[in-house]
T-cell receptor, first 115, second 118 residues
Framework: AQSVTQLGSHVSVSEGALVLLRCNYS??????LFWYVQYPNQGLQLLLK??????LVKGINGFEAEFKKSETSFHLTKPSAHMSDAAEYFC?????????????FGKGTKLSVIP | GAVVSQHPSRVICKSGTSVKIECRSL??????MFWYRQFPKQSLMLMAT?????????EQGVEKDKFLINHASLTLSTLTVTSAHPEDSSFYIC??????????????FGAGSRLTVL
């Protein structure tokens, strides 16, 4: 069984400040890892994904995440927050291997950006 | 890129009626689609896996007679909430696997359907 834990249900940062959203996973095998963003009353948009290639993954909108196996973490960062980054962010994991499309989601972290 | 369309985006119905939500993959074929339910301020809960041409696979605790899923074609899956009650009010989101070439298990999500049962 696998699980995804997002530390902090709500994170507030000032505009221009560093964004750090934490995600830890638990899995019996190395998983694929994803970060999604959700704006109010909308579906999820993929920010970036880790699929056992480079451990530092760059995504859209200036976000990046680093896979650290020793820490079982996949934290999401952005050097400088923008007002448009305010949204709900979900970390998700999928077991590796063919046919493993089912995602396990963390509970989400709401990011607020203070002007 | 891959697009998944969900319809309707919002629906309000009376208790006891049935509501159908459609999920379409617009520019790719999806043999597998997933249906999630999201409660306010909570994460997505996988309800079922919809397989084209076969019965859906439901997660534990999800009533298959309450949430009917039909995946009649490679581009369309439907979720019907039967005899809806206020506790069924929620945000329902579908997703479909895209990016088959990369094998990266990337899911494309629909925009969601907010169901309110009065």
């Amino acid at each position: 069984a696998q699980s995804v834990t997002q530390l902090g249900s709500h994170v507030s940062v000032s505009e221009g400040a560093l964004v750090l959203l934490r995600c830890n996973y638990s899995s019996s095998v190395p998983p694929y890892l994803f970060w999604y963003v959700q704006y109010p009353n909308q579906g999820l948009q993929l920010l970036l994904k880790y699929t056992s290639a480079a451990t530092l993954v760059k995504g859209i909108n200036g976000f990046e995440a680093e896979f650290k196996k020793s820490e079982t973490s996949f934290h999401l960062t952005k050097p400088s927050a923008h007002m448009s980054d305010a949204a709900e962010y979900f970390c998700a994991a999928a077991l590796t291997g063919a046919g493993s499309y089912q995602l396990t989601f963390g509970k989400g972290t709401k990011l607020s950006v203070i002007p | 890129g891959a697009v998944v369309s969900q319809h309707p985006s919002r629906v309000i119905c009376k208790s006891g009626t049935s509501v159908k939500i459609e999920c379409r993959s617009l520019d790719f074929q999806a043999t597998t689609m997933f249906w999630y339910r999201q409660f306010p301020k909570q994460s997505l809960m996988l309800m079922a896996t919809s397989n084209e041409g076969s019965k859906a696979t439901y997660e534990q605790g999800v009533e298959k007679d309450k949430f009917l899923i039909n995946h009649a074609s490679l581009t369309l899956s439907t979720l019907t909430v039967t005899s809806a009650h206020p506790e069924d009010s929620s945000f329902y989101i579908c997703s479909a696997r895209s990016g088959a070439r990369s094998g990266a298990n990337v899911l494309t999500f629909g925009a969601g359907s907010r169901l309110t049962v009065l």
